[in-house]
């Protein structure tokens, strides 16, 4: 079972779709600590007010489909290594102080810097998935 007590690891996004960079960056986070809560932005079909966010063809109810499929393939159990939260279309994380935990960029390679949901639904559409 999902502690919520325990130290956890947030991932936010839009996740347009969910793709292997994430999920090279969850595996690299679940090992921190084990746990992981996935945020997802709210923003299907709506343009999420950021430039370069304004193609967002995927509901929350696809996003969370296609990421429970794609960790599962993984071996890792909705409810117990991770949560996914629905969240609104947060544009910023604001901090005033120390507060008790940090904000974290990973390198995970080029390979996986590379990937491009942009390109994914450019792919997508062409092959009239989308």
Known sequence: MFDWTKPTIQLLGRYQPWHG???????KVFEEVG??????????????????QSDNPFSFEEVTIKINSSLGEEGFVPNVDYI????????NVSYGRSVGYTITEHNLGEDI??????????????????
């Open 35 to 52: 746990q992981v809560c996935i945020m997802c932005r709210d923003v299907g079909g709506v343009d999420a007010g950021v430039e370069g």
């Open 113 to 130: 810097h590379e990937i491009s949901a942009t390109k994914i639904r450019a792919e997508m559409r062409s092959r009239g998935e989308l």
């Open 21 to 27: 960079g994430h999920t090279a960056l969850f595996k």
């Open 84 to 91: 996914i939260l629905k969240v609104p279309n947060i544009v």
